[in-house]
């Protein structure tokens, strides 16, 4: 099995569009992740929370995976501690994907006994700003 990474994506509004999901899906489709569970959280300018699963969702219902293969791993608690990091009036879409695109590479780090001892997400400002960097030391 490859990394399996859990995602909050948040949005501005009390929807989210079926836009959102088409890069995901592609890559659901090209064989570089494998979904393995969604939901989306809602909270209302009031603060109020409420959550659903994709499947419920007939405008979002193209992310999941068409073979039926998700599994319900997401609960109230992960809605919750989302809702936390969401502003009133606005949503978030919570995936758990596997990365199968590294799932050569995990494997043979397991068989010759080692593991991933540390995983950073580098900000997208930080990525620029390294871009910059190097373009001016050029």
Same mark, same amino acid.
């Given at each position: 099995?490859?990394?399996?990474?859990?995602?909050?994506?948040?949005?501005?509004?009390?929807?989210?569009?079926?836009?959102?999901?088409?890069?995901?899906?592609?890559? #659901?489709?090209?064989?570089?992740?494998?979904?393995?569970?969604?939901?989306?959280?809602?909270?209302?300018?009031?603060?109020?929370?409420?959550?659903?699963?994709?499947?419920?969702?007939?405008?979002?219902?193209?992310?999941?995976?068409?073979?039926?293969?998700?599994?319900?791993?997401?609960? $109230?608690?992960?809605?919750?501690?989302?809702? $936390?990091?969401?502003?009133?009036?606005?949503?978030?879409?919570?995936?758990?994907?596997?990365?199968?695109?590294?799932?050569?590479?995990?494997?043979?780090? #397991? #068989?010759?006994?080692?593991?991933?001892?540390?995983?950073? #997400?580098?900000?997208? $400002?930080?990525?620029?700003?390294?871009?910059?960097?190097?373009?001016?030391?050029?």
């Amino acid at each position: 099995m490859g990394p399996v990474e859990f995602l909050v994506l948040a949005f501005p509004g009390e929807t989210i569009g079926a836009d959102v999901i088409a890069p995901l899906t592609a890559l #659901r489709d090209s064989g570089g992740v494998r979904v393995i569970d969604t939901m989306v959280v809602t909270k209302a300018a009031d603060g109020t929370v409420a959550s659903a699963e994709l499947v419920d969702l007939e405008h979002l219902r193209g992310l999941v995976d068409p073979a039926g293969n998700e599994v319900n791993l997401m609960g $109230e608690e992960d809605a919750a501690e989302a809702a $936390e990091l969401l502003q009133p009036g606005s949503s978030a879409l919570l995936v758990l994907v596997e990365h199968l695109w590294a799932t050569a590479a995990a494997e043979a780090f #397991r #068989r010759a006994g080692g593991h991933v001892a540390a995983s950073v #997400r580098i900000p997208p $400002e930080f990525v620029s700003e390294a871009h910059r960097a190097l373009a001016t030391a050029q």
